[in-house]
């Protein structure tokens, strides 16, 4: 086991591995930026540096830096948390260069899977549906619109190196397709350094489910189940859980397997998350593999009782998993909201500001994974996340009684936030029934549902 590991990240997460840090045994190393200086949770790590201003891209997404406060802090691996350098294949490159263990999956694995085209090639090989859509990356709005006519609109333009819903333009006709396609191109290479772009079919009404998988240095993969994603606004999710609610036995067990099947094609090791979309035939194809640890992550831990951060911090130093398949049994209902500063009645426009009361939920089977307090001033320069409220009860009636419960009882004042909007979700007719899609929010905030 280490016994020193940098947490290169901030927020919430760096938080969740500051703790597990601490329940191992192992000495964490937190890093941050100006706007993070003085933040609560850094007391809780065994020691803060500081690495730049504000802007992520002045501290947070700066490998230099975060390779200088490593080589400083005499740590033996860094934890990338999830979001800023969790996917990049030169940061992973970079560390075990220098002799410091990247927790997380092996670089090759890294940039394979996070190659969206070659992913799709790899899903395809190992006996896997992929979304009907362009073969390679295209490099003109000609080549768009052949493939679309090919596969029939809707589509949607993808960056081939990344995700979160940046560079994701859908397109309804050829006119909307070649207007968006440079703009899809221009943000990809604003977000990725990557103006690469393919082409899919645009599956509408359809569910996102994603399998959990954990993989040692032995060759032994197990997955954790499966979330539901379903519910996302500009394809950034919004509530989470687990078991999907809205698929069958048949798919859920398919897409299981086809996730342990495809972390085995890629020698994939240490946690990561393969995404699926199920239409409404009950057809799933591949989607993509997010290379690390999700925001969403405490849905599977409860449902499984498996703590996936430490279970990242072993495979990664050397240890074979523990858990067999077999033996794996996912007990009751977990539900996340995420709650943002952001305002839904105007467009999810980002709300900054200084937190004047918050007030924590609580109870039997409530869970909330927060670095915020009362006083605490939400930056600008990142993601809205203030919070993870996440239940866990038998039945799924009871874990939604549970957290509209919490829901009620959570208090942010300052900045307005999503909560509202998850109650909405929580008590309408369509999620209690579990008949949601993906474009359901959306449909919702515009008045539609």
Do not use: W
Request: charged share 25%; net charge negative; proline share 4%.
């Amino acid at each position: 086991m280490f016994s020193r590991i940098l947490v290169a990240n901030r927020g919430e997460i760096a938080l969740r591995i500051i703790r597990a840090c601490h329940e191992l045994g192992v000495q964490s190393v937190a890093v941050y930026s100006e706007a993070d200086e003085g933040a609560e949770y850094l007391r809780l790590a065994d020691e803060a540096i500081r690495i730049g201003t504000a802007p992520a891209g002045d501290s947070y997404l700066r490998i230099d830096r975060i390779m200088s406060a490593a080589e400083i802090a005499d740590v033996q691996a860094i934890h990338p948390g999830y979001g800023f350098l969790a996917e990049n294949p030169k940061f992973a490159e970079q560390c075990r260069g220098c002799n410091i263990e990247f927790i997380g999956p092996p670089t090759a694995a890294m940039e394979l899977v996070g190659d969206k085209v070659e992913a799709r090639r790899l899903a395809k090989e190992a006996k896997i549906d992929t979304i009907p859509g362009s073969d390679a990356t295209v490099s003109t709005a000609d080549e768009a619109v052949e493939v679309a006519h090919r596969i029939g609109f809707p589509v949607i333009l993808k960056a081939a190196g990344g995700g979160g819903g940046r560079g994701m333009r859908v397109a309804h006709n050829d006119i909307s397709l070649r207007k968006n396609f440079s703009a899809a191109r221009t943000e990809a290479e604003a977000a990725f350094k990557n103006a690469a772009i393919y082409v899919e079919k645009c599956l509408e009404h359809a569910r996102h489910v994603e399998v959990q998988i954990l993989a040692d240095q032995f060759g032994h993969v197990v997955h954790l189940g499966e979330r539901d994603c379903t519910l996302q606004r500009r394809y950034q999710k919004l509530i989470e859980e687990a078991p999907s609610p809205g698929i069958t036995e048949e798919v859920r067990y398919g897409i299981r397997r086809a996730a342990v099947r495809l972390a085995y094609a890629a020698n994939y090791t240490n946690a990561g998350t393969v995404e699926f979309l199920v239409d409404e035939n009950d057809h799933y194809y591949f989607c993509e593999v997010n290379a690390r640890i999700q925001v969403e992550h405490p849905v599977t831990e409860l449902v499984t009782g498996v703590d996936l951060v430490k279970e990242q911090i072993r495979v990664a130093a050397g240890e074979k998993l523990r858990l067999r398949q077999r033996r794996l049994r996912l007990t009751g209902v977990a539900i996340e909201c995420r709650i943002n500063a952001e305002d839904p009645a105007n467009g999810f426009r980002p709300t900054p500001g200084r937190i004047e009361r918050f007030v924590a939920p609580g109870g039997p089977g409530v869970r909330l994974d927060t670095h915020v307090h009362a006083g605490y001033v939400v930056p600008p320069a990142y993601d809205s996340l203030l919070a993870k409220l996440i239940v866990h009860q038998k039945t799924r009636r009871d874990a939604i009684a549970c957290m509209v419960r919490a829901l009620e009882e959570f208090t942010i004042e300052g900045v307005p936030t999503t909560i509202s909007l998850c109650l909405d979700i929580l008590r309408h007719n369509q999620f209690l029934r579990g008949k949601v899609h993906t474009t359901f929010v959306e449909e919702l905030v515009a008045g539609d549902q």
